[in-house]
């Protein structure tokens, strides 16, 4: 499900559309491409890739151009269900203006992330559970 890589921009909310270039849809090394809003605007495509992929349990992505650094997603047992813990460590690309960037978008960036992963969580129960 998390894996349903065009249906992703419906919770990740910076997402505003996923597309695989890669010829295979699963394991190390499939590629995306991204694109990516800022501050609710389509902005840029970043190409992404696959860099762990240890289902169900782990997901690793390395973010490609405008944006360095890498995403981790980690699905534990949990005793009413299960656990999703995304995180991001990223850095835009550009020297100094970049950083500057970062420090002023931060704020938002967590905002999104939480309600991303509230969004996942509706989508997650809208669907059901898959057997």
Do not use: C, K, N
């Not at 997402?15 to 800022?38: F, K, M, N």
């Not at 973010?63 to 299960?82: F, I, N, Q, S």
């Amino acid at each position: 499900m998390l894996t349903d890589w065009e249906r992703q921009a419906t919770w990740m909310l910076d997402a505003d559309r996923v597309g695989v270039v890669s010829p295979h849809r699963e394991g190390v090394g499939v590629r995306l491409a991204v694109r990516t809003r800022l501050f609710g605007v389509p902005a840029f495509t970043e190409p992404m890739e696959v860099t762990t992929w240890d289902p169900p349990h782990r997901l690793e992505m390395r973010h490609g151009r405008m944006v360095g650094g890498t995403g981790v997603w980690v699905l534990t047992e949990d005793p009413a269900g299960a656990r999703f813990r995304w995180s991001e460590d990223v850095r835009l690309r550009v020297p100094f203006i970049g950083e500057i960037a970062a420090i002023a978008y931060r704020p938002l960036m967590r905002a999104l992330m939480a309600r991303a992963q509230r969004a996942l969580r509706d989508h997650v129960i809208a669907i059901g559970p898959v057997r």
